[in-house]
């Protein structure tokens, strides 16, 4: 079953912040967030692994809550380029298979 | 930065027409996937591959094939092209690390138009 992301489209000043929201039906084993601009390949933004966190892209952190099956994706102090959307890609166990979520389109105005 | 390519990066092609979308990784990443992606979507695994001589196919449904003889090299086939079939097609690879989850990383894409 596909992970459900919300919001499903997010609007922002420059300098405002966001949070991203993706859960799952299943147990998880890793949570993979990915962006995407428009008419390019999805670029890896970070991992997090059960019972770790991991951040790996600018000003933008993630937390991964393994009892709810949700992961969280923060974009603090948005800059123009922080536009486009916003995948995750969920890996549960005795797979190693990324089901993405619906994603979240992120627009940053000046 | 990874290093994934795919050829074409466009495609228009006429229905009923045998075509081949070229995928290749100067990684050595053993595992490789094929992912459908429509303007806008979400995107869906079409086919993977652990290795060389290993395929399978993903959790859409797809009329297509893929082979891989060689580490880098995974490509995609449609026997005869519909216009059902337009959409983006996204070539990805990854490597396992012991302790890790793998990342994917993917290529740029190609955009196929079925007329």
Known sequence: QQPVQSPQAVILREGEDAVINCSSSKALYSVHWYRQKHGEAPVFLMILLKGGEQKGHEKISASFNEKKQQSSLYLTASQLSYSGTYFCGLRSYNTDKLIFGTGTRLQVFP | ?115
């Open chain 2, 1 to 115: 930065e990874a290093d994934i390519y795919q050829t074409p990066r466009y495609l228009v092609i006429g229905t009923g027409k045998k075509i081949t979308l070229e995928c290749s990784q100067t990684m050595g990443h053993d595992k490789m996937y094929w992912y459908q992606q429509d303007p806008g979507m979400e995107l869906h695994l079409i086919h993977y591959s652990y290795g060389v001589n290993s395929t399978e196919k993903g959790d859409l449904s797809s009329e297509s094939t893929v082979s891989r003889i060689r580490t880098e090299h995974f490509p995609l086939t449609l026997e005869s092209a519909r216009p059902s079939h337009t959409s983006q097609y996204l070539c990805a690879s990854s490597e396992w690390r012991s302790g890790s989850s793998e990342t994917q990383y993917f290529g740029p894409g190609t955009r196929l138009l079925v007329l």
